[in-house]
Nanobody, 115 residues
Framework: VQLVESGGGLVQAGGSLRLSCAAS????????MGWYRQAPGNQRELVATITSGGSINYADSVKGRFTISRDNAKNTLYLQMNSLVPEDTNVYYC??????????WGQGTQVTVSS
């Protein structure tokens, strides 16, 4: 499965962006999909995940500001990011975990929030 992220860019603090992750195959049976982020020199951290059953989990730092969703018909995962702050500046990665627990990662998309 190939994952391709898009939607990153430069935005001012308080602004919004929507990230998309297009999958090369059906995501209907993906056990879990999610967004992670990583700054240079830091470990990759969880932002939000959504399971095939619709259970959602957010990092505390993004609760109330970010919304994860998936469109199985379009094989696409989304991350709506509102009220962005400079600390959200990172490379954002799309992740998928299939029913056999194989991991798939996208190439990442840069999000930069200016103060």
């Amino acid at each position: 499965v190939q994952l391709v992220e898009s939607g990153g860019g430069l935005v001012q603090a308080g602004g919004s962006l929507r990230l998309s992750c297009a999958a090369s195959e059906s995501i209907f049976n993906m056990y879990r999909m999610g967004w992670y982020r990583q700054a240079p020199g830091n470990q990759r951290e969880l932002v939000a995940t959504i399971t095939s059953g619709g259970s959602i989990n957010y990092a505390d730092s993004v609760k109330g500001r970010f919304t994860i969703s998936r469109d199985n018909a379009k094989n696409t995962l989304y991350l709506q990011m509102n009220s962005l702050v400079p600390e959200d500046t990172n490379v954002y990665y799309c992740h998928a975990l299939d029913p056999r627990f194989h991991n798939y990662w996208g190439q990442g998309t840069q999000v930069t929030v200016s103060s």
